[in-house]
Every structure is written in C-alpha cells, then in structure tokens.
C-alpha cells in the first residue's frame, strides 16, 4: 500500500473522455452556470467543483435546485437551518411534490407521446408508455386513493415486480401526499410483513405471480398471508400478471386507472416522507428508513443529471427489484425527461449474457448492473459487443459490490474501448451515492472516479484523522439531503444514532472501509465491520473475493476474519466450487498461491472449507457479520433475522463449523 509520504506516479487511465464529450457533458455546462451565478469556480473542472460544492453547501444545493428548476409552492425560509447531523434542516418552509417534476415531461406537448417507460420481459420484447399515458394513470390512481380515504403520510405498499404498475402506484402515492414502500414478489411473506407490519400501509399493490426464469410463480397463498397479517388494510389492489381473477375483497388494477382525470398534487413540507426503505436488516427487523420527498427529489436531480449525464434524449436501463433501492433510484430518471427501461426477469434468462440483450434492444444508454453480474459474464465467456449492437450504450455502471479490476478490463475489452465505466457506491440508507460517476473524469481500473458534489467524503483513521493513500473509515462529514430524516418506529432517534453516528459523533460512518488516492478517486475494500485485520494491517473481503474468483474452479466464496479471545485470529476461506471441481490439496494450494502473490502473504487463510453455497441477504449481498457471529458462537436466531436471508439452511452449515470447534 502506497503512504501518503511516498505517493505512486500517477496511473494511466483506463479511459479518458475526449474534448467534445467533456464540453457536452450536463455538468460542465452546470459547472459554468454556476460561476455565473452563484460563484462557483469557472476552471479546475471537476476537482474544483466538488471542493465548492463542499466548503459552500448551501449555495451549491441552491444551485442545484435552481438550474433543475424545482417547484417550490410555496419559498424557503433558508437552504440549511441546521447542519447538525443527525437532524439537518433543509429548505424550511418550502413545499413541492415529488411525482410533479416525476411527471413534467408529460406537459411538454413535443415530448408527451413519447416513451416515458419501457417495459421489458423475459420476451425480451420491449412495451412503451408514454408520458402522457403515464400522467393519466397517475392522475386516475391517485384520485381513487383520495375516495379510498389516503391521505398525506398515509403508507401506500406493494408487492411488486418491477413492472410499470409499480412506477405508477408510487407515483400516485406520492401525488397524494402518503409514504410508498415496496418489497419483491421473491420475498417471502415472513420478510413482507418483518418490513410492513413495522409501517402499517391502509393500501397494498399486489400481483397474483410473477414470471422468472421462465417458470410461473404463483404468489396468492402469500398475498392472502399478508392481508390476513395486516389489520390496518383498507385496500388491496389485484394487479392479474398471471390472468387471474381478482379475490373477493380486492380490486381490480384497471378498474382504478381507466380515468382521464388531471393528476392532483398535494403540496408538502420539503421534508415530508417520501418513501420507507429498509436496510438489509441481517439482525433485528430491518430497519425502516425514512427518505423527505425534497431530500430525494435535490439529491436525484443532482446524481442523475450531473453526475449520470441523463436527459431527454437518454434511455435509461438498471437491472434491480422493487426491493432494492436501485429501483427507486431508477424511476427518478423519469426526473431528467429520461425514458426509462423496467426489466422483470431473471438477469440470466435464457442465458448469461441476456441483460446485453435488453440493454440492445431498448436502446439503453446508460445501462446499470451488479459488479456479480458483470463477473458471472467474464466467467461465462460472454461477448457482449460480438453478440449484440451496443452502440448507443455511453455508460456501463455497477454497484452492489466493488467492481474488480477484471471486471474493468473485461467490460473495456469486450463492450467497447470508448467506453465510460462508472463503479458507483452509496446505500439504501441515502438512497444514493457517496461516489461513482463523473462524464468528465478519466476512469482507472479498480476505482471509483471521485467523491460526489455536496459530498465531504473522506477517510478516517480509528482517531478521527483523515487520511490520503490508506485505508480508512468511509465518513461523510457534512449532511446530505436524502439522509433519513427519522427510521420508522424510533421515536428517540437512538436506533438512528447508533447506526451511523457512534463511533464519531455527528458524522456519519457508513461501515465501508476506504481509500482515497492521491488523484482525487475512491477505492471500496468492502464492509469495515467484516474487514480482515491481520497483525495490523486491514483489508476487506472484496479483494479475497477478486483474487480467489478469478480461478475457474470457484463459484463463489466467503471469507471471515475472526478475533479469538486468547488473542489469535481464525480466518477460514469458505469456497462454493463450480461444477465438477474438487476441493483437494491442489486446490487448495492453487488459491493460497493466488492470494500470496496477487494480495499479501498475511491474507493467506487458515483453513479453507468447502461449503454448499454462500448466503446472501434478499438483496443480494453476502452475510459476512451474521456469519461471524455464528462461529464467535451465537445462536442462530440472535445471529441473524430469518426472513432477511436468501437460504436459512445455508446458515446451519456455518453453525455446524461454529459447534465443531467449540
């Protein structure tokens, strides 16, 4: 690891943006705009920017709020009353609504017929809606809410696929003032209702399946589970996906959105509940976290057409559920005049290489995926641009996981050479990002290309030190508008607190484990709280990761670090192994050779298991902690929430490894 006394040459750059596409860039002309106005600075580019956009936040999000034109009802006394975190005040005394900019496309005649959404199935045929139909059902649906007795801050749920139905359910919801929360037709009913019994929706969205890897799945056993256990129900909607019936009691889909009715859009508070997300929630319930209408309308506005470069003219294509924040993040590109594509399908039907497919066929240009999927690609030998016309692609960006350093040589050699590859990291718990993508900065391999605009990122040593070129702690010293403004059912704020500000008190630590480098970008190591730490120096599991899944015989894998109370440290590498590999002493050489020379001789693990699988949270993440924990020798049920996890029997085989060795 490079100290900061001793900073490396620069590197090359994977790929530059040229002249013309720098000068064309959203956040260029943006970056000249402001100068103008508001006295930010006209050279430096980027680096310069962000530095503003930090040391004068609330001038920086009064811009932001100006050049995007938000609609404020009624003024705001002040940008930041309170820059106390937890608890910053932003815009008091303003109102706005949310699904009002979603949906101001529609009032432009030359643009109103044209596609506000694309849907996609495991057809792979694309379906349009247009801007104005969109509006139409939003108006019709939220005017049936209102008959229903929804009123502003009232919970609105669905359990949804990401289908257009799902857009305009949250749409209406937030047109009539109440709070949207959504969950995947996936989850089962006992993850649903750990998440919605702790909100209390009066109206639930449901479909009667969904179709995933080209198979039927019927949802109505669990659907009518969830309207037997959510007594504060005074409506669910049937929405027939598979063509069945409606159940007695329930109401049809089309039957509310046939009106031609004006759309209605309640005016609330800037910090007025948008919407519930919920954190991963490995123990305990899932925490409920509660994002502002304003906080996540400024904050999308500001990534989606700054740092994503989105506008009218883009299509905008993410793979994700109703159940991850991506998708949220998602439908705000309809903020941008961004047509957007809504995939429902496994990402890997009828082959590896099918979400190639869609992005060809909706003519995405920016197209989002996980950092595993563009792996699983390199793995399967997919060709992407052999296979399929990607020209209109601009931008490949991954999240979910750090990209490995494969996985940006893969996609430069095999989508195209001119191509902008942003890793982006944030959470669910700002329903951003803290870093990723800039049009205008060069991309190197294995890194993020800078902290975002209003964004005080920096890494921090166990003291509170920021430190350059070394691992730290992923703080962000300032506030940011789509920070919660509560969690649900935490009426002290004290589940709020210690989440994010124990450790240092009013900043937030977000339990990455980071590095910023001497030029300006940001490298992930992966979770701080399952970092490895081995006579003293740290490193996080995503460079295990990427070490041992580069070799063919590895499916996937799971490696833990474990303090002993005499003092030693136990790291086991669990490895799921591919079809016909076997774990023998070969193997297991193989990838301690791989870990040695590509990583650090101290990272070598201790033991390395063959497991059945490795567990990950409903979203997808690998559990690392709830593993941790069950070899440290907790019981299962106080190592991890059940209904968060992807395969609770997967769980009893880490359980039987804790036993074994007590």
Known sequence: MTSAAHPAPQPEPLWQPDSDRIAAARITRFQAWAAERYGAPAEGGYPALH????????????????????????????????????????????????????????????????????HVDETHEPVEISWSELRRQVGSLAAELRALGVRPGDRVSGYLPNVPQAVTALLASAAVGAVWTSCAPDFGA?????????????????????????????????????????????AVVHIPLLGTPAPEGTLEWSALTSADTEPVFEQVPFDHPLWVLYSSGTTGLPKAIVQSQGGILLEHFKQLGLHCDLGPEDRFFWYTS?????????????????????????PGFPDTGAQWGVAERTGATLFGTSAAYVMACRKAEVHPAREHDLSRVKCVATTGSPLPPDGFRWLHDEVRE????????????VCSCFAGAVPTLPVHIG?????????????????????????GELVVTNPMPSMPIRFWNDPDGGRYRDSYFDMFPGVWRHGDWITLTDHGSVIIHGRSDSTLNRQGVRMGSADIYEVVERLPEIRESLVIGLEEPDGGYWMPLFVHLAEGAVLDESLRAKIKQAIR??????????EIIEAPGVPHTLTGKRIEVPVKRLLQGTALDKAVNPGSVDNLDLLRFYEDIARKRA
């Open 322 to 346: 109703t159940g991850w924040m991506m998708w949220n993040f998602l439908v705000s590109g309809l903020l941008t005049g961004t047509t957007v594509v809504l995939y429902d399908g496994s």
């Open 418 to 429: 001119d191509l902008w590859i942003a890793s982006v990291s944030g959470g669910t718990d």
């Open 190 to 234: 006992r993850s649903v209702l750990d998440r919605f019994q702790q909100v209390e929706p009066v109206v639930l969205f449901t479909v009667d399946g969904y179709r995933y890897g080209g198979k039927e799945h019927d949802r109505t056993d669990v659907v009518a589970e969830l309207r037997r256990e959510l007594p504060t129900l005074r």
């Open 51 to 118: 530095r503003w956009s930090v040391a004068e936040l609330d001038t920086f999000w009064q811009a932001v709020a100006d050049w995007f034109d938000i609609r404020f009802s009624s003024p705001y006394e002040a940008v930041l009353a309170d820059r106390t975190m937890p608890g910053a005040q932003w815009f008091p005394g303003a109102t706005l609504n949310y699904a009002e900019h979603a949906l101001r496309t529609a009032e432009d005649s030359a643009r109103a017929e044209t596609p506000a959404l694309l």
């Open 447 to 471: 890194e993020l290309q800078a902290p975002c605009l209003g964004t005080d990122l920096q890494a921090w040593d166990p003291q509170g030190r920021a430190v350059t070129g070394e691992v």
């Open 597 to 606: 020379e590509q990583l650090s001789p101290r990272h070598v693990p201790d």
